[in-house]
């Protein structure tokens, strides 16, 4: 059975930057698509980003492009999510997600697409 783990969250000024890790185990995801969600504060979970397998795609969502970077370390089994010039509606719970086996090239935005997640790592964003 894969586990995913979430590590990095923390309390941060608007501005200030963190880096979220997504630790897999039980197997190897090499075929995996790998994703972020985030869940704020009484609303609905919603996609954040998500990067293929083979790394040559990669999909943000609008309220994140050119501040947050997904990437992926297939030899530690790990995925990373370097969140720069936070802003307060950044703050939620983040989950990350993957995929049992997809494309090379392939990613969702949809939840009902993956089959592992994580419990999430809370980021909070102060103004």
């Known amino acids: 059975q894969v586990q995913l783990v979430e590590s990095g969250g923390g309390w941060v000024q608007a501005g200030g930057s963190l880096r979220l890790s997504c630790a897999a185990s039980g197997r190897t995801l090499s075929r995996s698509t790998r994703a972020w969600f985030r869940q704020p504060p009484g609303k609905e979970r919603e996609f954040v980003a998500a990067i293929s397998w083979n790394s040559r795609t990669t999909d943000y969502v609008d309220s994140v492009k050119g501040r947050f970077t997904i990437s992926s370390d297939d030899r530690k089994n790990t995925e990373h999510l370097q969140m720069n010039n936070l802003k307060p509606e950044d703050t939620a719970l983040y989950s990350c997600?993957?995929?049992?086996?997809?494309?090379?090239?392939?990613?969702?935005?949809?939840?009902?697409?993956?089959?592992?997640w994580g419990r999430g790592t809370q980021v909070t964003v102060s103004s």
């Open positions: 997600a993957a995929t049992s086996l997809s494309p090379g090239s392939y990613t969702s935005r949809e939840e009902k697409d993956y089959n592992y």
